[in-house]
């Protein structure tokens, strides 16, 4: 069962995320943005049973920094 997820951006992409995910048992892992990944839609089911992601955005990126809480908002 999930636990926390927060965006993970690239360094080199910063425009570019993956999700780290904590499970209840306290297990990471990386999950790809990459809609045909099983975790990646266990993570959008988690996100529609009102899940919230930590968006923590580096400044100057298309999500613009600053600590944002993004529950999927339909996307």
């Known amino acids: 069962m999930i636990n926390t997820v927060e965006k ?7 425009n570019s995320f993956n999700f780290k995910v904590i499970n ?12 045909a990944n099983t975790d990646y839609q266990a ?3 988690w996100i529609a049973a009102g899940g919230i992601v930590i968006d923590n955005a580096p400044s100057g990126t ?3 920094g600053g600590t944002v809480i993004d529950n999927g908002g339909g996307e």
């Open 8 to 14: 993970n951006y690239s360094i080199i992409n910063p």
């Open 24 to 35: 209840e048992n306290g297990t990471i892992m990386f999950v790809p943005n990459d809609e």
């Open 43 to 45: 993570i959008q089911e």
């Open 62 to 64: 298309e999500a613009d």
